[in-house]
């Protein structure tokens, strides 16, 4: 069965401080798929990126990045230049099928970013 | 609408009370999940629908939990004779087709259940 594991329970930076956020997951697949989701105050979870099995290219989004390391089946996610608004709860997930039934999710970094 | 709505936002319910929670997915769209996510842990999956269908319901933690989506867009979520451990946030998402897009799920804001 899958497995998603995120090692950092809870981290705190000062702003413009640059975090990684660690994401190992566990799978008996050779297709499946990674994600990222922040979930705010607010409570819903929002969509950051999606990563299938086949492509470890590394990915830059403004001040995000991931980086996807099949051999040590990691999925990171760094923040550059970190800013208050980046404070919230941060989830990694793994799904092994296409159709998204088996969703699993990693138990969540909380991020605190200081002023 | 533009996103997936889910009411009500907050639920106080006796332990024992029958509560029913409730989902909007964005239009159009096939796919329905409910996870359930306690206080301090990562969401885990409860159910499964594909238009009107349950196809998975293998996360439902015992038979008081009851989901349905008889018209293939509203969702309900129903607890039977609550208990203290069922309190938890309800999310709902849904996606727009049976295959996961590029961007996975819409999420709801989810339901705040607190048995008391």
């Known amino acids: 069965a899958q497995k998603v594991t995120q090692a950092q329970t809870e981290i705190s930076v000062v702003e413009k401080e640059d975090v990684t956020l660690d994401c190992v997951y566990e799978t008996r697949d050779t297709t499946y798929y990674l994600f990222w989701y922040k979930q705010p105050p607010s409570g819903e979870l929002v969509f950051l990126i999606r990563?299938?099995?086949?492509?470890?290219q590394n990915e830059i989004s403004g001040r995000y990045s991931w980086n996807f390391q099949k051999s040590t089946s990691s999925f990171n996610f760094t923040i550059t230049a970190s800013q208050v608004v980046d404070s919230a709860v941060y989830f990694c997930a793994l799904s092994e099928d296409n159709y998204g039934q088996n969703f699993v999710f990693g138990p969540g970094t909380r991020l605190s970013v200081l002023p | 609408g533009a996103g997936v709505s889910q009411s009500p936002r907050y639920k106080v319910a006796k332990r024992g009370q029958d509560v029913a929670l409730r989902c909007d997915p964005i239009?159009?769209?096939?796919?329905l999940f409910w996870y359930q996510q306690a206080l301090g842990q990562g969401p885990e999956f409860l159910t499964y629908f594909q238009n009107e269908a349950q196809l998975d319901k293998s996360g439902l933690p015992s038979d008081r939990f009851f989901a349905e989506r008889p018209e293939g867009s509203v969702s309900t979520l129903k607890i039977q004779r609550t208990q203290q451990e069922d309190s938890a946030v309800y999310l709902c998402?849904?996606?727009?087709?049976?295959?996961?897009?590029?961007?996975?799920?819409?999420f709801g804001s989810g339901t705040r259940l607190t048995v008391v």
């Open positions: 990563r299938n099995s086949f492509d470890e």
């Open positions: 239009s159009g769209h096939v796919s």
């Open positions: 998402a849904s996606s727009q087709g049976g295959r996961l897009e590029g961007y996975g799920y819409t």
